[in-house]
């Protein structure tokens, strides 16, 4: 695995005071265990949620627009 923030590589370490085993990355020495990795996978979820609807909302937006008749102003 790699290491998110700076694209190290990720070892798995044995953290006594902190339960079962982590993930630490060689380079920047963050660690992560499962329930950071499952909140960040929600989040990530939440996100893409997230911007399909705005696509989807701007989708709407251009088709009403589309449809709406123009007034042409006369000359004048």
């Known amino acids: 695995m790699t290491c998110d923030r700076c694209q190290g590589c990720l070892l798995r370490e044995f953290v006594y005071d902190r339960g079962p085993w ?3 990355c060689m380079n920047c020495g963050e660690r992560l265990d499962g329930c950071i990795l499952r909140a960040r996978a929600e ?3 939440a996100a893409a949620m ?3 609807a705005e ?3 701007l989708k ?3 088709g009403w627009l589309a449809r709406v008749p123009t007034v042409q102003m006369p000359a004048g």
């Open 60 to 62: 709407e937006w251009a």
């Open 43 to 45: 989040q990530a979820a």
């Open 50 to 52: 997230l911007r399909e």
């Open 22 to 24: 982590w993930w630490k």
């Open 55 to 57: 696509q989807r909302d």
